[in-house]
């Protein structure tokens, strides 16, 4: 069975500083991997996804992540943090059988940005 | 505008007394879920459906019921709530079949509190 972990609970960063969010996952097959992010009070926002092709993944929000297959790991980066990105952030797993239609989700990572 | 909505947002109610949180989607997604979310344990799947007709256990479905009688709708019942059942609950829909790579789009959340 698939599982993702996110050992990081919680976050401080100052603005402006660059951000990483850890993400391992345990799946045994090439697994479809994601980053939601949840702002307080709301919904979850779908911030990038991998399925296959480049390791290096693009997101919304200045958001990038890398697939390490080696380190079973899909980090979330961002170069510079604004005040907005304070939220939370869940890392999920789908497998090549249900794709993103059944996802176990990390835990998650609630990060606090610094002004 | 496609959505995801939920219905109630906020509710508080007693042990015993039976309610449904209603979901809805405009996207003509064949998948949909339920989750919970609780702190420290991120969000865990409860029930999901692949089609109209079609559902199956997540990985907390006890003291949970659903239905799938139309495409759009994904209504999440309790029937006897207990405070254990007292948490943050997403619906969100996928599509268009089983496998697809697309995304997950969650409704806003309803939070539910059982005294």
């Known amino acids: 069975a698939q599982s993702v972990t996110q050992p990081d609970i919680h976050i401080t960063v100052s603005e402006g500083a660059s951000l990483e969010l850890r993400c391992n996952y345990s799946?045994?097959?090439?697994?479809?991997l994601f980053w939601y992010v949840q702002s307080p009070g709301q919904g979850l926002q779908l911030l990038l996804k991998y399925f296959s092709g480049d390791t290096l993944v693009q997101g919304i929000k200045g958001f990038e992540a890398e697939f390490k297959r080696s380190q079973s790991s899909f980090n979330l980066r961002k170069p510079s943090v604004h005040w907005s990105d304070a939220a939370e952030y869940f890392c999920a797993v789908g497998t090549a059988q249900t794709g993103a239609n059944n996802l176990f989700f990390g835990t998650g990572t609630r990060l606090t940005v610094i002004p | 505008e496609a959505q995801v909505t939920q219905n109630p947002r906020y509710l508080i109610t007693v042990t015993g007394k039976k309610l449904t949180v209603t979901c809805s989607q405009n996207?003509?997604?064949?998948?949909m879920s339920w989750y919970r979310q609780d702190p420290g344990l991120g969000l865990r799947q409860i029930y999901y459906s692949m089609n109209v007709e079609v559902t199956d256990k997540g990985d907390v479905p006890e003291g949970y019921k659903v239905s799938r009688k139309e495409k759009r709708n994904f209504p999440l019942i309790l029937e006897s709530p207990s405070p254990n059942q007292t948490s943050l609950y997403f619906c969100?829909?996928?599509?268009?079949?089983?496998?697809?790579?697309?995304?997950?789009?969650f409704g806003p959340g309803t939070r539910l509190t059982v005294l």
């Open positions: 799946y045994g097959a090439t697994p479809y």
């Open positions: 969100a829909s996928s599509g268009p079949g089983q496998g697809s790579y697309n995304e997950q789009f």
């Open positions: 996207m003509n997604h064949e998948y």
